[in-house]
């Protein structure tokens, strides 16, 4: 018996023919977040990398496919949001560059939402969202408009989640 595994002939298991293993990670199923009407609806992209998080929010900044778009999803986030993504055990640190989020005051609680709902929604993602500009909290509208300065989660938007 040796120490090293030993690649058997394939005339000891026939019909199968070795093949070289996978490279690379494989994508994971998480939900991102867009919005039909004012109401958030999941839609499910495959991630991978060793940043799920961050993942998960470039995927939602880059918006709806076409396909989804003509299935009625929009976003209400910039095109050009460009957000550096940073976790903790409790709370993932979206940064933003100033004027990043100046959205019609209509959409800035579905636009907030959609990054919270998607930053969340990894296996073991934090379950709090800071948004930050440089060093200091931006403060964010929650359900009834009001601003918040301080990390928030799903709760904090009941008004926009999915049904």
Not at 27 to 54: H, K, T
């Amino acid at each position: 018996m040796t120490e090293e595994p030993e690649l058997l002939p394939s005339s000891v298991v026939p019909g199968w023919t070795p093949s070289a293993p996978p490279t690379g990670d494989p994508a994971r199923p998480s939900p991102v977040y867009f919005a039909r009407n004012d109401r958030l609806v999941a839609v499910e992209r495959g991630l991978s990398g060793n940043a799920p998080v961050a993942n998960a929010v470039a995927a939602v900044v880059s918006g709806p496919t076409d396909r989804e778009t003509q299935a009625g999803l929009r976003t209400a986030l910039p095109a050009d949001l460009s957000p550096e993504v940073t976790t903790s055990d409790d709370t993932t640190v979206i940064s933003l560059r100033p004027g990043a989020l100046d959205v019609p005051a209509g959409e800035q609680v579905v636009a907030v939402a959609q990054l919270v709902w998607t930053a969340t929604a990894p296996p073991g993602a934090a379950p709090r969202v800071e948004l930050r500009v440089g060093e200091k909290t931006l403060p964010v509208p929650v359900d009834g408009g009001r601003l918040e300065n301080r990390p928030v989660t799903r709760a904090d938007y009941r008004s926009v989640a999915p049904r």
